[in-house]
């Protein structure tokens, strides 16, 4: 009997295509409560039928209860962060990967520009709860800065076991000619202006600033802000 390269690895790695074949959910009182928030799925989601009312986005105390469904970017009309400045919040996941079969990531959002539309553009740096970082941005197209799924890094916490908290302060900072990322309270990668800013990138590191969440993840959000230099 003869069987495909592709078939023995699915038949041998039953984790692998379950892990590819994870689709968005639709959480149950979906939509964005937090006042002034407001938010965007990404294209694929989109297309998938899947909108930022099947994830659920609600003030809790004194922080934010993010609980998605499809992946999406979240931000305030009003916030603008422009010259050199520093966004950065705290990310408690409270059972580590309780929605999901692998790690999914979430972070800070800067360089917003023509958010909530069909070109939306911006940059950011999030954590996985098992030592990883991504930094990421969208565009025309999407361009990586550290690979496609990232990288792992001593920094960045990880869950003692599937069903664990993990808690990670992630901070994107610009400031003196570069871009960088900090993750508790570590600097994991810095990239030059010019990097980030050219053809088929960011027009600019000035513009909105928000949080990002990858799908099918539940994450409590405290301390958000920005601080200019």
């Known amino acids: 009997m003869r069987f495909s390269s592709f078939l023995v690895l699915a038949l041998l790695t039953p984790a692998f295509t379950q892990a590819q074949d994870e689709s968005s959910r639709s959480v149950a009182g979906g939509g964005i409560s937090a006042s002034g928030w407001t938010g965007k799925v990404d294209a694929s989601e989109a297309k998938a039928g899947k909108t930022i009312n099947d994830a659920k986005f609600a003030q809790e105390g004194g922080g934010i209860h993010v609980t998605t469904g499809p992946e999406g970017t979240y931000w305030k009309s009003a916030d603008k962060a422009s010259g050199d ?17 692998h790690p999914h990531p979430y972070g800070i959002v800067i360089g917003g520009s023509g958010m909530g ?17 991504i930094v990421r941005g969208f565009g025309p197209a999407a361009f990586q800065m550290n690979g496609r799924r990232g ?12 069903g664990e908290p993990v ?5 994107m900072s610009v400031k003196g000619g570069n871009v960088s990322c900090s993750i508790n309270g570590t600097v994991v990668a810095t ?3 010019g990097d980030v800013v050219a053809a088929g990138k960011l027009p ?6 928000g949080l990002r969440f990858g799908h099918n993840t ?5 301390g958000f802000s920005m601080t200019k230099h």
């Not at 400045?85 to 079969?101: G, H, Q, R, S």
């Not at 600019?204 to 600033?209: C, F, I, L, Q, V």
């Open 85 to 101: 400045y520093t966004v950065k919040a705290t990310f408690n996941e409270p059972k580590f990967m309780n929605l999901n079969t």
């Open 117 to 133: 539309t069909d070109d939306q553009k911006y940059l950011y740096c999030a954590a996985y709860g098992n030592g990883n970082f």
């Open 151 to 162: 990288e792992a890094n001593a920094a960045v916490h990880k869950a003692a076991a599937v």
């Open 167 to 171: 808690t990670q302060e992630i901070a």
């Open 191 to 193: 990239y030059p202006v």
């Open 204 to 209: 600019s590191t000035d513009g909105a600033y």
């Open 218 to 222: 539940e994450v409590i959000v405290t």
